[in-house]
Every structure is written in C-alpha cells, then in structure tokens.
C-alpha cells in the first residue's frame, strides 16, 4: 500500500468514527445535548411473548436492601414482575408510584414485585422506597451484577428503567423497556399472564 492510499483509507476510517461519533442513538445524543439525565433512555417498547416463545426460566439469587435473601424459587409458581432502576435515574423516580400503584392491585392475588437496584448500596434504596411510598423490596445488584446478569442471558436488559414479568414457570412473558407510561400497560400485561393460571 503506497502512501496515498494509506492517506485515503486513513480519511474513509475517521470519516466513519466520526460519523458513528455523531449518530442519532440514545447516550450519544444524551451526552451531546448536554443534559446529564445519568440514565440510558431507552424508546418506550412493550414486548409481549406468546407463552410457546417463552424461553428458559430465569435463575437468580440476590440480597435485598433488608438484608434478606431471594430467589427465583421463591416466586415459582405465581406472576412476578421484576423492575430494573436506580434512585438518581429520573423515569425510575416518575414510575415509582406506577409501580405501587400495580402491585397494591395484585399483590392479594398472589402477584409479586421485586426490584432490582442496579447503582445504590441499602441505605439509598431504602431512602428512594421510604420517599416514594414503595412497599416491595429491591435486590441490591451493584456490588456483583448477577441479577442483571442472570436477566441478560434470557432477555435484553439495554435500558434503565425496564420491567420485566415473569409467568409461573419464571419465564418471561412481557418486557417493558424504558419509563412506564401508566399503570394500566403494566396492570394488562400482569392481568393477561395471570390469567394463563387458570
């Protein structure tokens, strides 16, 4: 390759990073507009998966903000919806009580939340739960990630906040990624695996 052409191929290539520098996508543009928001928006999508699409339960095993131990055998056979946020991130703050608001719903038929907390140690959840009236408990996953890990091999974990519903099998049946717009989107998708109980 002669010197010319090394000058071309090395224009063609920091035209393209440069390009892929200035793209449109989310944390990119973010950072480019200056508004430090410190989470990574993700396009409002619900994703619901026909029961015979569903793919290996997920397996997991955390520590809430209590101390206590959960895991995923502990919700076998009922609906658990799983919320993946943290206390600085802005659309967790503004679905908080749309999250409450589902699980005050069905938690008496036997629906269970669980968050996880992907950024805070105890004391900022439970501050972040006390301020905005959450009742269920949280996983704290900053320290070794493997709840978000155990999550991201079954499904896409790209955005915070997303929420996830698991059906009886702990497999999982909807998807939300991004900031819920209202409760009833959630209430539906936990109505409607709820219902594949009976």
């Known amino acids: ?110 629906v269970a939340f669980l968050g996880v907390n992907t950024y805070d140690q105890p004391a900022t959840a439970l501050s972040f739960a006390r301020d905005n009236n959450v009742t269920y408990p949280s996983v704290i996953d900053v320290n070794d990630g493997r709840v978000k890990l155990a999550f991201a091999q079954v499904t896409p974990i790209q955005a915070t906040p997303t929420t996830v519903v698991l059906d009886q099998e702990g497999r999982v049946a909807a998807r939300i990624i991004g900031q819920l717009a209202s409760a009833s989107i959630l209430s539906t998708l936990v109505g409607d695996t709820l219902a594949e109980l009976s």
């Open 1 to 110: 390759m002669n010197r010319r052409t090394r000058i071309v191929v090395a224009t063609v290539l920091t035209t393209v990073v440069l390009a892929g520098c200035t793209s449109n996508d989310g944390p990119a543009q973010q950072y480019r507009e200056g508004n430090e928001k410190g989470y990574i928006a993700g396009d409002f999508q619900v994703v619901e998966i026909p029961p015979a699409d569903r793919g290996e339960p997920v397996v997991f095993e955390g520590v809430t903000e209590t101390g206590e131990t959960v895991s995923s055998d502990d919700y076998r056979g009922g609906v658990l919806v799983v919320n993946f946020w943290y206390a600085a991130c802005g659309p967790c703050i503004v679905e908080a009580p749309l999250l409450e608001a589902v699980w005050q719903e069905y938690q008496d038929r036997g």
